[in-house]
């Protein structure tokens, strides 16, 4: 039998990717001209190394996530669990609409990922069992300072936060630079920052320039994913639009081809089954003659969608995947064991590690493939981490787009557990923001419930 992962005194995830650790990515000679030297009042601004951040995350009666003094529609808190909020926090998401139910569910993958971010596929198979009964932790804690706790979701749902946020304030006029912006203002929104964040936190930290995040992902054959991860809320833009928003979402801080296909694939497949209620067996079809008509088409991903539509249902590979060739998990994720995993810390031994990487064209890929033969949210978030790897991104995009499409079956067989909404990282600021959204979406005819 399978062990199953029991709830033991909150940890926490860490710093960087998950519990296993990122190394910071060489900026350029000219950089490091351009870069001042640290200074005692930027040392004292610097939020990552307090004392507090250092000690084991408790887990407290109130609020720790977001500024204190603001409301918790404001920014995102934790709540005490309370019976009266455990009921608040589901009645806020049984009745939000496909909107709420997709970031909600974007948010829910997310955190669910995150404990096991970078985790080989074949540990996460043994050791989280479906269906949960506690968010999934890594058994290794290699950094030592475990900076925040179970139910907080990271750069993936704050970035799709942020998105909807720019695109209700600027609307078609958006760009990459505002885009940058609404990111930076959602980051900073958090009392403690958030984990998961690739190169882009080294330039909000003054360590790099724009400029070089850009030139890192540009001259990666295998550029990140943060492309697709944020890219949901663009699936309600018309298709001359969102072709633009696309582009600039990967080239503000991802600027390749790869990055922008995963970008429109993603976004694409999401209007599908959210605005045009196709059936979820179509998906890929569907998203690979969006890119065909796009000029942000891709060679290269079209030819690996084209691969991914030839795959049988993903269920007859066995339970958590056990059957599964190692040549299909090798077109899923990438070469295996990753190569692009092996300085990190998890893995047994340590560096051997198989599942995805930060792969934009991969993980938009494999989030088409579960959808498209899911058989609800429980098995679409099972398999969304059992590939390993990079798990959170791939959770979230799967919860995100059922639960914007056919929605989240909160408590029933197949569905969403109870504990996963009530003890999730802002609950009230999520369903706030997706209402929001949701509003200026109706007001330019873009949305109708």
Not at 60 to 65: K, N, V
Not at 98 to 125: S, T
Not at 163 to 176: F, H, I, T
Not at 399 to 420: D, R
Request: charged share 25%.
């Amino acid at each position: 039998p399978r062990a199953h992962v029991t709830c033991p005194p909150q940890r926490g995830v860490l710093a960087g990717f998950g519990g296993c650790g990122m190394k910071r990515p060489a900026a350029s000679e000219d950089s490091a001209k351009k870069r001042p030297a640290a200074s005692k009042d930027s040392a004292k601004k610097r939020p990552a190394a307090s004392e507090d951040s250092a000690q084991p995350a408790k887990r407290p009666a109130a609020a720790e996530s977001g500024p204190a003094e603001l409301p918790l529609e404001d920014a995102p808190h934790f709540v005490e669990l309370t019976p009266e909020a455990k009921a608040r926090r589901l009645e806020l998401v049984a009745e939000g609409g496909p909107i709420v139910q997709l970031l909600i569910g974007d948010a829910i993958g997310d955190a669910f990922g995150l404990g096991i971010e970078m985790q080989d596929a074949f540990w996460i198979r043994k050791h989280v069992a479906f269906p949960p009964r506690c968010w999934p932790d890594s058994a290794e804690a290699p950094n030592g300072a475990p900076v925040t706790r179970r139910g907080m979701y990271s750069d993936d749902c704050e970035m799709t936060v942020g998105l909807m946020r720019a695109l209700a304030a600027e609307g078609a006029a958006l760009d990459s630079a505002g885009m940058l912006r609404a990111w930076r203002d959602e980051w900073e929104l958090a009392g403690r920052r958030r984990v998961g964040h690739g190169t882009i936190r080294f330039h909000w930290a003054g360590e790099m320039s724009i400029e070089d995040v850009r030139r890192i992902q540009a001259g990666r054959e295998v550029p990140g994913n943060a492309p697709p991860m944020r890219s949901l809320p663009l699936l309600f833009i018309g298709d001359a639009d969102r072709d633009r928003l696309c582009a600039a979402n990967a080239d503000s801080t991802h600027p390749h081809p790869q990055t922008r296909a995963a970008s429109l694939v993603t976004a694409a497949a999401a209007r599908w089954l959210v605005v045009s209620k196709g059936e979820r067996s179509q998906v890929i079809a569907e998203s690979l003659v969006a890119l065909r008509k796009s000029p942000l088409g891709d060679g290269k991903t079209e030819e690996h969608l084209g691969a991914l539509e030839a795959l049988p249902d993903w269920h007859t590979y066995g339970k958590r995947f056990a059957d599964m060739p190692k040549d299909v998990h090798a077109l899923l994720c990438g070469p295996q064991p990753n190569p692009n995993l092996s300085g990190l810390k998890c893995g047994s031994p340590p560096g051997v590690i198989h599942g995805l990487g930060s792969d934009a064209m991969r993980t938009a890929g494999i989030v088409l493939y579960i959808v498209k033969w899911s058989q609800g949210p429980l098995d679409a978030l099972a398999a969304a981490v059992d590939v390993g790897g990079d798990v959170d991104s791939t959770a979230a995009l799967v919860l995100g787009m059922i639960g914007g499409s056919t929605g989240l079956a909160l408590g029933e067989e197949g569905g969403v557990p109870p504990f996963l909404v009530w003890e999730l990282e802002g609950v009230e600021y999520l369903v706030a923001r997706a209402r929001a959204f949701e509003a200026w979406l109706m007001e330019q005819g873009l949305w109708q419930r």
